[in-house]
Each structure stands twice: as structure tokens, then as C-alpha cells.
């Protein structure tokens, strides 16, 4: 018996987005002192079916609109036009309910997939971003926390191998 993970054409680039999303949380965590384990940032809570929940978000509603199904395929159209934000969710051991990331989604001239988080909300709201502003009195770290994914001729994502 398959399940949806396996039958689905867009699995490898929903793990590829799952792996950025969970990269960019971590670096954040770990820069603002915080328990990265604590809070759920493993490779098993950041997985293909916390991306499927996330694009069947409420939050995600906006991007795909009444009549289309979300599905990571439109979330990349979207991408392409101006200021789009995906919120993605995940469980942590000690958390009631699912944490969440926001982050802009853009493509570079190039044609790479941009991905900057913008906010954590954990149990409080934290900022990342400068465009988040200051939050609760936190200000958003000094530099950039983005990653770039290479956006392949079928369409597919995948990350820049690592320096050599």
C-alpha cells in the first residue's frame, strides 16, 4: 500500500522546501539562543506531510483562492508574482499546539527560488525579518536569513549542493 507521500510527483521538492524551511528556522533558533529540539526543528517534523498540512492551512487559504486546490505546484506560480507569504506549521514535543514559521516566497532574476523567513511564532511572536518590525519588543535579527533553491527545467526544486 502506497501512501500519499509516495504517490505524489512533487514529493522530492515538497522534502526540498520541507529541508529550506526547517535550515532557515534553525539558523534563527540557534542565533536567538533557543532549544531547537525543544521546539520541534527536526527532519521529522519538518517532512512532506507537515508541507501538505501547512499548504492546507487556513493561514495559506489566500494563495490558492476558493476554487483551486493547494497544491505546491500553484504555491510556486504564486511565487511569482509580488509579496507572497507562506506560513508553515509544525509539531514540537512540548507544544499543544503546532508552531509556526512565516516566510516570503520570490524568485531571483535567475530563476532561483528565494525563501526568507520573516517571523517565528512559538509561544510568542518572534521577528526575523526587518520588514516584521519589532515584536513584543524583540527586534529582528541584523542580517538576512534566506536560502536559495534551484528551480529545475521540469519544474522541480532542489538545493545548491554544498561548498566544495
Not at 505546484?73 to 514540537?92: C, D, G, I, Q, V
Not at 519588543?137 to 561548498?163: F, I, Q
Amino acid at each position: 500500500m502506497s501512501t500519499s507521500a509516495e504517490s505524489d510527483p512533487d514529493v522530492g521538492s515538497k522534502q526540498a522546501l520541507a529541508d529550506t524551511f526547517r535550515n532557515l528556522v534553525r539558523y534563527a533558533l540557534l542565533k536567538t539562543r533557543r532549544d531547537v529540539v525543544k521546539l520541534g526543528v527536526t527532519p521529522s517534523s519538518f517532512s512532506v506531510e507537515a508541507i501538505d498540512s501547512s499548504l492546507a492551512a487556513r493561514a495559506n487559504g489566500g494563495i490558492f483562492g476558493a476554487q483551486t486546490a493547494p497544491s505546491l505546484k500553484r504555491l510556486l506560480n504564486k511565487a511569482r508574482e509580488p509579496s507572497l507569504t507562506f506560513h508553515m506549521y509544525w509539531m514540537a514535543p512540548t507544544a499543544p499546539e503546532p508552531l509556526e514559521a512565516a516566510f516570503a516566497l520570490s524568485y531571483e532574476p535567475d530563476g532561483d527560488l528565494q525563501v526568507r523567513l520573516l517571523w517565528l511564532g512559538l509561544p510568542e511572536r518572534i521577528p526575523i525579518a526587518r520588514g516584521a518590525g519589532v515584536v513584543g519588543g524583540l527586534k529582528p535579527l541584523d542580517e538576512a536569513v534566506t536560502e536559495l533553491l534551484r528551480v529545475l527545467k521540469d519544474g522541480r526544486l532542489a538545493p545548491y549542493p554544498p561548498p566544495e
